[in-house]
């Protein structure tokens, strides 16, 4: 189907998202939609989608006819379906219920004819789905294969997908882009959204770039990485070199500590981390990175082995004494769990301080806020209350809040979702920290992240921990290959 | 006591949960769309105070139950009005709701105080009720009791069974995910509170023209029945069965401490008479007990048998709530 975006606009409040953005995607191509957090490809997605109503004088044609979609119903009728930057499942039933839940039909569904269809499809596309188990037991990527299907099966002919590379493994990865690539062959139209290069050279026809709400231009193969940098920030921007800590005394060391859950146990690890040093956590989410990250912050307790922080023997104890001998942990949901929505940033500053006696001094309060908001570069007041800031203000406001000094910093996807100068800057901070004498563990989806920040790395697979790899010594492929469960033997060997 | 009594004690145990199994089941409906109707302690006292009013005067039992449940519906729809559209606290309004419901049951009752009415009575099933041991539990109830065991079955196989009751589940879950899906997320949230509602709303007459006749204001013993309710449906896990079970729990209990009285003389009346509402207290702990991060902490100190033994259990008793209860939708 083709697919053309007449100026569309759209404005949340005093945000502008979409500024008059005009695209034509034809039928059987890929079109990327590449820019920065923020950009606004979200919003051009949810436009076209149904989800959200662009503002008024927007138009959407399709093969030539202008429609209005004014709900995803609509959009599902049209052929067009959308997989959601969050996924938009239900995780604590199974994959079949997942599947029928929406599709039209009589008072019973049919289940056993559903439960073929679905392995049906995995089958074509190569997805291992088993329609009774659970949803919140897969992963991201089965998660997204899960809703391809279940789009395709309803009859979408256009397939949007919204940042589907963030938080799915190097194998994943592969099999999702050959899935796509396989599409336009039968006519459909695939929009893949992404704020990462890579992505979208490999995968699309064209691409086209929005920067803050407008639609900077569209490129062709072949693909110029320096056009599109310059496109996305309106400036070069580099990573710099990796730089390599220097490591001081012990903090933490873990002797054969075992742990489990309901779902997952790991045994015996080993392992000694040194101030200074960035440890770097690589996995597909829920292979047991979660579990030791609780651990080491004390929320969880080990099942058998010891656990000291600097040579102080804390196996057992609660989260409070590992707090007072320096453990910070910030949890991957900010504003679940990390920050408090409501609270304005003066407010988290008085609380993060712990004051002593029961009134609060406004006055220093808000001094010390306007301080940390200069030196940790937040785009916000002292009186803006968190949620209004956006992630990367928000993940700033949170390392400001870290107290000082600090042994131990525990991140979950520090940098998840945010734009990339935001990136960079927090991972400045963070180093200043290790140059202080604190030690980092951190989990990250993004293996180049992991690469280029971490010392040494612990690759966890299904419960299976690796020896602590040198980040010199590896490289993406070895560790995507780690991560989807091959080469343990030889090179990581297991954790006993 | 023979085995005679202890049936027919049995079989007014289930007869005496038939109000509180209507009550849970609407609860349940309600909240597992979303919406806590936290009226239902009023509802219930104003409905069977309104059923019974309404069944004297027309002397029509039928028009009695259906009074009873418009209006479980109208206090229903208030609530949803207020948390849907205005998009108030659930919390707030329902109690003041249960409060003023309860208030203007006693106020507007005071005429029918201790009038006798209509009231149902036992239908024997032909061939059925001659079944020995389950002929005398379940054959020979009234018709209002023989509804509330059809009520739970159908109940469970809406929700597990049914194309709609799929999409019930995934509002309490994620509504945005159910949107997508083609679905009119508050649309459907008002329908199910409001026949939620109407369930709770059956509650009141099944008391007042049933098990417990008539209408005694402030001393029918039904103040605080909604709230043990509520426990129930937290109880039961927002499973129709599971809650079914704790409704019935409840009735032994109270049933029980009727009985035992005269055995435990030195333990006096009252406290038999109230021990089912903490019993019910501590069940409810029990079952969720496995969420609090001490008794993680107390598990993993155990040896591995032990360890293991205790997490099954857990698991097996814990329920989680609809993930987006009490939480409004908004499309952006
Ligand atoms: N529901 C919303 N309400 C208010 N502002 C929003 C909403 N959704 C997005 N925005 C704002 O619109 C802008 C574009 O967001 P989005 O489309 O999600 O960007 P992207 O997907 O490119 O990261 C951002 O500034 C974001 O804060
Ligand atoms: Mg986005």
Redesign the interface.
């Known amino acids: 189907m083709n697919v053309e975006l007449k100026d569309i606009n759209k404005h949340f409040g005093k945000v502008h998202a979409n500024k008059g953005i005009n695209l034509n995607i034809p039928s059987g191509t890929i079109q990327g939609i590449l820019g920065e957090n923020g950009a606004g490809k979200s919003t051009l997605m949810k436009v076209l989608s149904g989800f959200i109503q662009a503002d008024s004088d927007s138009e959407i044609i399709l093969d030539g006819k202008t429609v209005t979609i004014d709900s995803p119903a609509d959009a599902i009728r049209f052929g067009i379906g959308m997989l959601h930057q969050d996924p938009l499942d239900f995780p604590p039933m199974r994959v079949l219920d997942n599947f029928l839940l929406g599709l039209p039909g009589g008072l019973f569904p049919n289940r056993k004819k559903i439960a073929q269809d679905i392995n049906l499809l995995a089958k074509e596309f190569d997805f291992s789905l088993d329609p009774e188990s659970y949803v919140d037991s897969l992963t991201v990527g089965e998660r997204q294969q899960l809703e391809i299907i279940r789009l395709l099966w309803l009859g979408a002919r256009v397939l949007i997908l919204d940042e589907p590379t963030t938080g799915i493994s190097a194998l994943q990865k592969e099999k999702l882009f050959a899935t796509l690539k396989k599409l336009p062959e039968q006519a459909m139209t695939v929009i893949f959204v992404s704020h990462k290069l890579e992505d979208v050279e490999s995968l699309c026809d064209k691409v086209a770039v929005l920067r803050a709400g407008e639609l900077v231009g569209e490129l062709k193969p072949p693909y110029n990485t320096q056009k599109f940098v310059e496109m996305m920030f309106g400036k070069m921007i580099t990573l710099g070199e990796r730089q390599p800590s220097q490591t001081g005394e012990t903090i933490l060391s873990l002797d054969n500590i075992s742990l489990e859950d309901a779902r997952l146990k790991i045994k015996n690890v080993n392992v000694e981390i040194k101030a200074g040093e960035v440890i770097g956590l690589a996995g597909m989410e829920g292979s047991g990175q979660g579990l030791f990250m609780r651990a080491c912050s004390g929320l969880m307790r080990t099942v058998g082995g010891r656990i000291q922080l600097k040579g102080q023997d804390v196996t057992g104890k609660h989260y409070h004494a590992f707090k007072k001998a320096g453990v910070n942990f910030l949890p991957a949901a900010r504003l679940e769990e990390g920050l408090i929505p409501g609270l304005s940033l003066t407010d988290h500053f008085i609380l993060a301080e712990q004051p002593k006696g029961i009134f609060i001094d406004r006055a220093a309060g808000q001094s010390l806020a306007e301080d940390r908001i200069k030196s940790f570069n937040i785009r916000g007041t002292p009186l803006s209350t968190v949620e209004s800031l956006s992630g990367g203000n928000q993940q700033r406001a949170e390392l400001a809040l870290l107290q000082s000094p600090l042994s131990l910093i525990l991140l979950e996807h520090p940098t998840r979702g945010l734009d990339i100068e935001s990136v960079i800057y927090i991972w400045a901070k963070l180093k200043e920290r290790c140059k202080q004498g604190a030690a980092i563990i951190f989990i990250s989806s993004d293996l180049d992240e992991v690469l280029q920040y971490s010392d040494r790395i612990l690759v966890f697979f299904n419960g299976n921990v690796s020896t602590p790899i040198d980040t010199h010594k590896t490289s993406v492929t070895e560790l995507g290959q780690l991560m989807g469960g091959k080469g343990w033997t030889e090179k990581a060997g297991k954790n006993a | 006591m023979t085995v005679e009594t202890i049936l027919i004690g049995l079989a007014g145990v289930l007869a005496s949960a038939a109000p509180i199994i209507f009550a849970v089941l609407g609860e349940t409906l309600s909240e597992r769309a979303g919406v806590i109707n936290l009226s239902m302690n009023g509802t219930i006292l104003l409905s069977a105070m309104g059923g019974f009013a309404v069944a004297y005067n027309t002397d029509n039992i039928v028009l009695g139950f259906l009074a009873g449940m418009l209006i479980g519906a109208l206090v229903a729809l208030i609530v949803a009005f207020t948390s849907i559209t205005l998009k108030q606290s659930q919390v707030a309004v329902g109690f003041v709701l249960a409060l003023t419901c309860r208030d203007l049951s006693y106020f507007l009752g005071s005429p029918y105080m201790g009038v006798t009415g209509p009231r149902l009575h036992a239908i024997q099933i032909p061939i059925l009720s001659d079944i020995p041991i389950l002929g005398v539990l379940f054959f020979r109830q009234d018709i209002i009791t023989y509804i509330s065991f059809i009520a739970i079955v159908l109940t469970w196989v809406w929700i597990f069974?049914?194309?709609?009751g799929?999409?019930l589940?995934?509002i309490g879950?994620?509504p945005?995910?159910?949107?997508?899906?083609?679905?009119n997320v508050n649309l459907l949230r008002y329908i199910y509170t409001i026949i939620g509602g109407a369930l709770i709303g059956l509650a009141g007459p099944a008391f007042s023209l049933a098990i417990r006749a008539g209408w005694m204001g402030t001393i029918s013993g039904l103040d605080g029945i909604g709230w043990i309710a509520l426990s129930i449906t937290i109880f039961g896990g927002w499973n129709p069965a599971r809650a079914a079970f704790g409704a019935y729990l409840f009735a032994l209990l109270q049933w029980l401490g009727l009985v035992l009285q005269p055995v435990f003389t030195a333990v006096p009346s009252q406290v038999l008479q109230v021990a089912p509402f903490p019993l019910m207290i501590l069940t409810l702990l029990l079952v969720n007990i496995g969420n609090a991060e001490w008794v993680?902490?107390t598990l993993?100190?155990m040896p591995?048998s032990t360890?293991k033994l205790f997490?099954k259990l857990l698991?097996a008793m814990r329920a989680?709530p609809p993930?987006a209860l009490g939480v409004p939708f908004e499309?952006?």
């Open positions: 069974r049914t194309r709609p799929l999409i589940q995934g879950e994620k945005a995910a159910v949107f997508i899906r083609g679905s993680e902490r993993a100190a591995e360890r997490a698991r989680s993930a499309r952006d």
